[in-house]
Every structure is written in structure tokens, then in C-alpha cells.
């Protein structure tokens, strides 16, 4: 494990008007208060893996309610909530009152939008969990993994994972009804990411109970656990898993192979589904927080490849490489320099990379979060179809450290010039930072401390990669151009996930295109392309998140001049929590604001 130095963290507010002014503004309103926390619990009761991830042990005993009726009953209640929202702020209220409820006003009003436009008939796909949030919920083929995200510490947190099993069949049975509807409508995922799944069910059925993933935690047992009841547990669990789990699977397999996949289009893009336009538009809005088209996506997408190209060239001289930029892509992709021969050297070195870069930090950054992180492998069954690395936050009491998951699968096909770039966007200064400081965070309500705005997030974390030089850890050329290689792998996403979805680009087309600007290997592009397929519209939040945040910052350069504290703006941007890219924008417009004033001695 990787630990950070710990230190007091500190919450100031980004308001644009004087203190005078402050004084006199509206005071928090308590009514409100208890709405949005009332809300919350609302919420996180109906989102109970969920709720477990982030360390609420509450409603350990369920999953997710994803019946048609239960969807129904969360639909009257946001509109509800709306509705009780609007005569609360019809008063004057406090800039940070005014604030929660513009966030939670856009958040209800796009999960009713969502239920209008019919996400829900698209609950699976061949990655397993989906990008939403507080309704994210595991999917069927990596369900057994929740267990590696929980405490198991008393008797009661087994007889609760005993229930979650016993209660799986109706689990994949809404799952499955969910897809049915999909199927009338004629929204199914293409089949060739559906032709993946199969097989990843099977690695669940196809062996004993005891080696399953639903199993883990009967192979370990704390002291909390009496001797007496052990053996109890692991035989019920094995028996659960055998009677219940791996036949409710073996069900759902039968469905996917006869009927689901059956129905999935050839080709790809949400284009070819009856509403198409109206989904991958909902979904452009909700993950980039923007109201960009399609079309300028596609256009910003193409000027920043072009942009990346001359940048790269630069840097390729810098190397002494003589040939071509293919040629350069090529010889990065292939010279046996560049990759490890086994997982555990992989391992080992994105560890020492870990510890290169976490006392580097307070060089750009004032506040730390108190929160470590580890380095650990991808789980094995999962690898072949991740891509190269990804977060797990921790849970929010602490009981459970932050992970940063690298895939050593093949290693032969993972580059080292990427790995600064990977560890800087997935643990330090990227999202183990953002969400735990976020998570830490006093004086705002839970649902901002465990909040995930898609385009801050992930922009956050492509422009932690963008640091670097400034903290001093790339060594060579190849490093920079590692992080050249990653902005270009998300001024890419820009193209060909629009291309796509918008504009019935094939999927050989879009490999074709990303192996045509990057030196990324061919499997990490093909499961790269295969993700955008399956989330349309996701992948559009990185590089437009990344471009927004440097924006701010060379603003606030601009502005300050020699004044410019970059430790105090990352404070600025971070400790707030997860926003909106407008709401973020308006808030540092007015931290630039507040410093300008502070410096003249004027309020």
C-alpha cells in the first residue's frame, strides 16, 4: 500500500462578492438543509450497492431495486422533489443554498429526462457496472466482485452477504426484464461487444461454488467471526451459490445467447436505435455538463488531434527518432525496451512510481487528503476485457483504502512511457485525490461529498496527467511523450465516439482512426472503442473536462500574474467537490475575483 502524508484539511468558500455583502446575505435555510439530506437517504436507500461501496453498511442484505415498478416509484419521488424544491427557493437564500439546489435541480431533472428517453432498457453491458453515479449498480457477470468493496467484520456482514445471495435470482430477473423492453424497442447493445459476455459468465458458472467471486469472503474470516459459526457460513454461502447464484446466471446466459443477442444490431452507434438522436444527445449533455452538439464535439475532436500531432512531432525529435511518426508509433508499440516481460515487474513498477509521485505533491498542491491508496492488479477474471487501469474509491468511513487498479494482463502489450501518465490520472494528483478530498469535505451535504460530475472528475484527472514536469517526474522524452499519447487517446474519444454514435463510423473505422493517432497497443484500443460503444457519450467527458480546468488555470495566470498561487487554485478547484464545468467556471471566475481584491487591499 501507498500511503500519503496526512494534513488538516481545510474548506474555505469561493464566493465572488465582498465580506460586507456576505454579511448581510440570506442565512442557510435548515428546511432546505433537511430536504437535500432527506433526499439523500431517500436515494441511497434505493441504491443499496451503492450505498455499500461508499461504506453505508445500512442495506447490506439487498441489491438494487431495478424492477419496472420500483423505477416508477423513483420517478414520482424526483418529480416530487422538484416540485418541494421550487417553493423552498422561491425565497432568498445563501450562495451555497443557492448552489445545492441548482445542482440538485439539474441532477433530478436529468435522471427524469433519462427515464423519458428510456437509459433504463440498457442496465448490462460486457464492462458490468455503469457510469451513473448514485444509481450505478453492479452488473450480473462481475456481481461476485462487490464483495471486495466490503467490510466483513462481524457475523452480521456475512448473514447480510448470505441474504444478497439468496436474493440474486430476482436481481438478474429485473435485470433481464429491463432488457426485454430493450429488445422491444429495438435498443440493444451491438452484438460485438455482447459476444463478449458469454464467456464471462461462464467463468461464474462453469466451476465450483468455491471458486466463484460470490465466494472471497468465506475464505477469510476475522476474529470478529466466532470459530463456531465459520464452517456454518462457508457451507450456506457454498450451498446459496450453487442453488441459487450460479442458476440464476446460468438462466440469464441461456436469454443472452438466444434471445438478447439475437436481437443486437451488426453494426454499431446509437444512430440506429428508433430514438437514437434523443439518447446520445441526453447523455452528451449529462456527461460532459454542457450543451455542445454532437457535430462540435466532433469539430473540437478533430482540432485538438491536429493540435496533439505538432506537439507530438516535437517531442519524437527530442528523442533522436529519425523515421516517420507511424514508424515512431510502430517502434513504441514493439521494441521489447519499452514493456515488461512479467505481471509482477509491471506491479512493481507502477508501485515505485506511486511512491515517486506521492511526496512530490505539496510542490502543486497546499491540501492532501487523509485517505491512502494501494496499487493492486486488476482482478484476473475481469483483466482481458478491461482496460489499462481504473479507481476504486474507499469507503467513506475509512475502513476500506482508495484503489488504483493496473491490468497486468499480457504485459507485453503495456508500454512503460505510459505508466507516469496512468498513475498521475488514477491516484495521485488524479482521482484518488479529487474524490477523497471530496469525500473529506466539511460543510457541504453528502451528496456533493460522494457527487460525480463525469467531465470534472475525469477532466481532473486528465489534466493531474498534465503535471508531470511540474512535479518532476518525468525523466525523459518518452514520459512526455507518454502524456501526449494519453491527451491524444482522449482528443481521439472526441472523434470517434461521435463518429460512431452520430455518424455511423464502423468500429473498424474507429480502431483504424485511434491506432492512426496513437502509439496505444491494438488490444487497448480495441477494448478502448468497445467501452465507447457501450457508453455512449461517456468517453466525450475527459478531454472536455481537461480543457475547461486548464482553461480556468491559464485564466487565473493571466489575471494574477506574478500573484498566481497554483497550490491556493487547485484548492479552488478541489475542495468544493464535484461540479458542473458552468458551476465551476463561475466559481473560480469569482476565486480570481477575491484575489485580485485581496492583493489591492479593497473589499
Known amino acids: 500500500m501507498v500511503l500519503r502524508t496526512c494534513v488538516a484539511l481545510l474548506l474555505v468558500p469561493f464566493l465572488s462578492r465582498p ?155 429485473q435485470t433481464t426484464a429491463r432488457m ?13 461487444i455482447l459476444d463478449r459476455v458469454p464467456a464471462q459468465l461462464d467463468s461464474q458458472i462453469n466451476v465450483a461454488p468455491t471458486a466463484t467471486l460470490f465466494y472471497r469472503p468465506f475464505t477469510r474470516f476475522p476474529p470478529g467471526v466466532p470459530e463456531a459459526e465459520r464452517q456454518k457460513l462457508a457451507d450456506t454461502g457454498a450451498r446459496l451459490i450453487r442453488d441459487r447464484v450460479q442458476p440464476a446466471l446460468k438462466g ?136 489499462t487501469g481504473f479507481y476504486y474509491g474507499g469507503a467513506a468511513d475509512g475502513s476500506r483504502a482508495g484503489a488504483f487498479w493496473v491490468n497486468l494482463y499480457r504485459p507485453e502489450t503495456r508500454p512503460r512511457w505510459e505508466m507516469v501518465p496512468l498513475t498521475l490520472h488514477e491516484a495521485v494528483p488524479g482521482h484518488h485525490m479529487q474524490g477523497a478530498l471530496s469525500a473529506e469535505a466539511e460543510g457541504i451535504p453528502q451528496f456533493r461529498r460522494h457527487g460525480m460530475e463525469i467531465a470534472y472528475t475525469e477532466g481532473w484527472g486528465v489534466y493531474s496527467e ?29 472523434v470517434v465516439d461521435t463518429g460512431m454514435h452520430a455518424k455511423h463510423w464502423t468500429r473498424a473505422q474507429a480502431i483504424s482512426y485511434f491506432l492512426e493517432n496513437s502509439p496505444r497497443p491494438e488490444l487497448d484500443v480495441t477494448n478502448e472503442v468497445d467501452r465507447y460503444i457501450a457508453y455512449p457519450g461517456q468517453a466525450l467527458a475527459y478531454k472536455i473536462g481537461q480543457l475547461k480546468i486548464r482553461e480556468l488555470r491559464t485564466r487565473a495566470e493571466q489575471a494574477l500574474g506574478p500573484r498566481f498561487d497554483v497550490r491556493a487554485f487547485h484548492d479552488a478547484v478541489l475542495l468544493p467537490g464535484s461540479l458542473p464545468l458552468d458551476v465551476l467556471e463561475t466559481r473560480i471566475d469569482g476565486w480570481i475575483a477575491e484575489q485580485k481584491k485581496s492583493a489591492t487591499g479593497t473589499h
Open 19 to 173: 465580506a460586507a455583502a456576505q454579511s448581510k446575505a440570506a442565512r442557510p435555510s435548515s428546511t432546505l438543509a433537511s430536504l437535500i439530506a432527506e433526499d439523500w437517504e431517500w436515494h441511497l436507500s434505493r441504491s443499496p450497492t451503492y450505498a455499500s461501496v461508499i461504506g453505508d453498511r445500512r442495506w447490506n442484505d439487498r441489491w438494487d431495486d431495478l424492477s419496472i415498478d420500483a423505477l416508477a416509484v423513483e420517478h414520482r419521488h424526483d418529480v416530487a422533489f422538484l416540485e418541494k424544491l421550487d417553493k423552498l427557493t422561491k425565497s432568498k437564500l445563501s450562495a451555497e443554498d443557492a448552489l445545492n439546489a441548482d445542482l440538485l435541480r439539474r441532477q433530478h431533472k436529468a435522471w427524469i429526462e433519462g427515464d423519458a428517453v428510456g437509459t433504463y432498457v440498457l442496465p448490462f453491458s460486457h464492462l458490468g457496472y455503469l457510469p451513473e453515479g448514485i444509481k450505478q449498480f453492479p452488473g450480473l457477470q462481475n456481481a461476485g466482485q462487490l464483495a471486495e468493496q466490503l467490510r466483513f467484520e462481524t457475523l452480521d456482514d456475512y448473514r447480510d452477504w448470505l441474504a444478497r445471495l439468496d436474493s440474486f435470482p430476482t436481481y438478474v430477473e
Open 180 to 192: 426485454r423492453e430493450g429488445i422491444a424497442r429495438k435498443v440493444v447493445h451491438p452484438k460485438v
Open 252 to 387: 440469464f446466459r441461456a436469454f443472452l445467447v438466444d434471445s438478447y443477442i439475437p436481437a443486437a444490431p451488426a453494426q454499431v452507434g446509437a444512430w440506429q436505435w428508433p430514438n437514437g438522436e434523443a439518447l446520445y444527445a441526453h447523455w452528451i449533455r449529462v456527461y460532459t455538463t454542457t450543451s455542445m452538439t454532437a457535430d462540435q464535439v466532433h469539430a473540437l475532436g478533430l482540432s485538438e488531434v491536429a493540435r496533439l500531432r505538432g506537439e507530438m512531432e516535437k517531442v519524437k525529435a527530442q528523442t533522436g527518432f529519425t523515421g516517420t511518426m507511424p514508424e515512431f508509433f510502430q517502434h513504441l508499440r514493439t521494441d521489447p525496451r519499452y514493456f515488461y516481460k512479467t505481471p509482477e515487474e509491471l506491479l512493481l513498477h507502477y508501485r515505485a512510481i506511486a511512491k515517486r509521485v506521492d511526496p512530490a505533491l505539496v510542490k502543486l498542491f497546499r491540501t492532501l487528503p487523509r485517505a491512502p491508496y494501494g496499487v493492486e492488479p486488476t482482478p484476473a477474471a475481469m483483466a482481458p476485457d478491461a482496460t
Open 466 to 494: 498534465t503535471l508531470g514536469d511540474e512535479l518532476g517526474v518525468f525523466d525523459d522524452a518518452y514520459d512526455r511523450f507518454g502524456q501526449l499519447t494519453f491527451e491524444m487517446w482522449r482528443a481521439v474519444r472526441l
